[in-house]
C-alpha cells in the first residue's frame, strides 16, 4: 500500500486490486461502521495507469474520508459486492461500460445496457467515439428470473406508465394476491451525461450537472462545485457559505413537501394530494420571484453564487416561509390523523434496518429504517454546523415511516430558514462579491469529490480534469441510485396495489438514476 494523502479530513491510499477485499472487510468491521459515498471506474491508460478503481468511504466518527484506489487493472477486478452488496450495481456498471469484469460477481447480468447491445459496446472506454450507438443496437427481449409453482403468475408493469413518470418496467411474482418477487428493469433513458462530460469545460460541465435531475438541480450542481473547489483549494466567504445552505433547504422543503402530496396520491387521497401540491407549487413560485428559477438552477457557481438578495428581499422571503409553514401545520392533521391513510401506511413496504445497511441507502428512506445517516450532521460543512442538525430517525421501515421523517424534516427545514435568512440580514453588509476559483490553479490529474445531502440523500460527484481544466471524468452518483436497488425487497408479503403507495414513499427519480 501507498498513503498518496493523509491529512485532518481526507486520505487516499493506493493499493492492489487484489488486496481490495481484505482492507475493505477490514474497514467494515469497524465501529461505527463507515459509509459508502461513491465507487468510480477511471479509464487512465493513456497515463500509463490502465484503468483504476477508486472506492470512497467516509467514517462518520471522526468526520474522515479514505478513498480506496486500485491502479493497473487491465481486464478484471476482485467484486466487492458480497463484502458490501451497495456495489453491486456500481460493479455491473463496470462490466456494462468499461468491458471490466468483477470476477465472483453474484449477478454478472448486464444493467445499464438491456440486451441487444454488441459485446464489444463500451462507451466510458476512452477509445470510443461516440456517435452512432443505434446502428449497433438489435432489440432483443429482456432477461428475468424464472419462478414456478402452483399459482404463480407473473405481472408486468411498465416501462410505459400512467401519467408523465419517466419509464421503468416492474415484474411482479404473485400467487394470489400477495407479492412473491418483484424485478425491477431500469435504465430505458440512459443519457450517457458521464460521456457527454468528457472533455467539456466546468461552465459546460455545471449545465449538464444541473440537468442531471430536475429537482435537485441545488444538490447536484453543489455537489459539483465542491469538487472544483477541492481541486481549486479555495475557502469560501461566510456570505456564499450561508446562501448555499438557504438554497439547500429551499430545494429540500419544496421537495419534500411535493413528496408527502404524491404519497397521497398513492392511495387515492385527493384531498392531501392537492394540499401537497398546492403549497410545493407555492414554494416553487417563491424560488422564481426571488431567484429566477423554480428549480433554482442558475445559483450555484463555482467559487460561489450567482446572487445575493438585498434584505428587504430577504424578509419578504421569510414573511412568506412563515407563511407556507403555518399553512403546512394546517393542512397536514388531516393526513396524520386521517385513519384510513394510516391504516394503508402503516407496516406496508417494511425496509429492515440491515438490508438499509447492506444496500448503503441513504436520506429519508435509511433514516426511516433506523439508520442515522443526514449529511449534514455527519460532515461539517456550509453552515450545519451552527444549525446543529440531529437526523431525524424512525424505526419501524415502513411507508408511514419514511412520511414521518418527511415531515419532521419539513418542519426543521422552515425553522433553519428562519434562522438563516435572520443571519443573512444581520450580516448583509460584510459580503456581497463572489469568488472565481479559475483564477487559482486547478489540480489536474486528481480526483475529487463532493457530497450534498439532497432531499432524497446524498448526491455524489466525483470528479478529475486533465491539464488543462477540461473534465477528465466526472462520475455521478445521486441518492436514487443508490437507493432504487432497496425498493423490490420492500414488496414481498404485500399486494400489488400497494406498490404505487411504497414506490412513492421512497420517491425516487429515474432520470438521475439512469443518468
Avoid at 459509509?35 to 493513456?46: A, G, K, P, Y
Avoid at 425553522?415 to 456581497?432: C, I, N, P, V, Y
Amino acid at each position: 500500500m501507498e498513503i498518496i494523502k493523509w491529512d485532518n479530513q481526507e486520505g487516499i491510499v493506493a493499493m492492489d486490486s487484489q488486496d481490495l477485499p481484505d482492507i475493505l472487510a477490514y474497514c467494515l468491521e469497524m465501529k461505527p461502521r463507515p459509509i459508502w459515498l461513491t465507487h468510480v471506474i477511471n479509464d487512465e491508460r493513456q497515463l500509463g495507469n490502465d484503468f483504476c478503481l477508486y472506492l470512497v468511504l467516509h467514517f462518520p466518527d471522526k468526520d474522515f474520508t479514505l478513498t480506496l484506489v486500485a491502479k493497473g487493472i487491465k481486464d478484471e477486478f476482485p467484486s466487492l459486492s458480497l463484502i458490501l452488496p451497495a456495489l453491486n450495481w456500481s460493479e455491473r456498471e463496470a462490466q456494462d461500460l468499461f468491458g471490466l469484469r468483477a470476477v465472483g460477481h453474484p449477478d454478472p447480468r448486464t444493467l445499464v445496457l438491456h440486451p441487444g447491445w454488441p459485446k464489444n459496446f463500451h462507451p466510458l472506454r476512452k477509445d470510443y467515439k461516440t456517435g452512432k450507438e443505434y446502428k449497433s443496437f438489435k432489440r432483443a427481449p429482456l432477461v428475468f428470473p424464472e419462478m414456478h409453482g402452483e399459482g404463480i403468475f407473473q405481472v408486468p408493469v411498465g416501462p410505459i406508465h400512467a401519467g408523465i413518470i419517466e419509464p421503468g418496467h416492474f415484474r411482479f411474482y404473485v400467487i394470489g394476491e400477495p407479492v412473491l418477487h418483484l424485478e425491477a428493469q431500469l435504465f430505458y433513458t440512459h443519457k450517457g451525461i458521464e460521456k457527454l462530460l468528457e472533455g467539456k469545460s466546468l461552465e459546460e460541465g455545471l449545465l449538464i450537472i444541473e440537468r442531471v435531475c430536475g429537482v435537485c438541480a441545488v444538490s447536484h450542481g453543489l455537489a459539483y462545485c465542491e469538487a472544483i473547489e477541492k481541486l481549486a483549494n479555495i475557502e469560501l466567504p461566510r456570505q456564499v457559505l450561508l446562501w448555499r445552505t438557504i438554497l439547500a433547504e429551499l430545494e429540500r422543503v419544496y421537495n419534500h413537501i411535493g413528496d408527502i402530496g404524491n404519497m397521497c396520491a398513492g392511495v387515492g387521497f385527493a384531498l392531501g394530494n392537492a394540499n401537497g401540491s398546492q403549497s410545493k407549487e407555492n414554494l416553487q413560485r417563491l424560488n422564481l420571484e426571488f431567484f429566477g428559477h423554480r428549480f433554482l438552477r442558475g445559483m450555484v457557481v463555482p467559487g460561489g453564487i450567482k446572487s445575493v438578495p438585498e434584505p428587504k428581499d430577504s424578509q419578504e422571503i421569510l414573511n412568506r416561509l412563515m407563511e407556507l409553514a403555518n399553512d403546512f401545520e394546517d393542512w397536514i392533521p388531516l393526513l396524520l390523523e386521517h385513519d384510513g391513510f394510516r391504516q394503508r401506511a402503516v407496516t406496508t413496504g417494511v425496509l429492515k434496518t440491515e438490508s438499509a445497511i447492506d444496500l448503503g441507502v441513504t436520506g429519508p428512506a435509511a433514516r426511516a429504517s433506523g439508520v442515522a445517516y443526514d449529511w449534514r450532521e455527519l460532515h461539517s460543512h456550509l453552515l450545519y454546523p451552527e444549525l446543529m442538525v440531529k437526523s431525524v430517525v424512525e424505526h419501524n421501515g415502513d411507508v408511514w415511516a419514511r412520511l414521518m421523517v418527511r415531515v419532521k424534516e419539513t418542519r426543521e427545514s422552515f425553522k433553519f430558514l428562519e434562522t438563516l435568512l435572520r443571519k443573512g440580514m444581520k450580516e448583509a453588509g460584510r459580503s456581497r462579491y463572489i469568488m472565481n476559483p479559475f483564477s487559482n490553479k486547478l489540480i489536474p490529474w486528481q480526483g475529487a469529490w463532493g457530497c450534498v445531502e439532497s432531499p432524497r440523500g446524498t448526491d455524489v460527484i466525483w470528479l478529475m480534469l486533465d491539464d488543462k481544466g477540461k473534465i477528465y471524468r466526472c462520475r455521478i452518483r445521486s441518492a436514487s441510485y443508490a437507493n432504487w436497488p432497496a425498493v423490490p425487497l420492500t414488496v414481498p408479503g404485500n399486494i400489488v396495489p400497494d406498490f404505487p403507495l411504497i414506490n412513492k414513499s421512497f420517491e425516487l427519480c429515474y432520470s438521475c438514476c439512469d443518468r
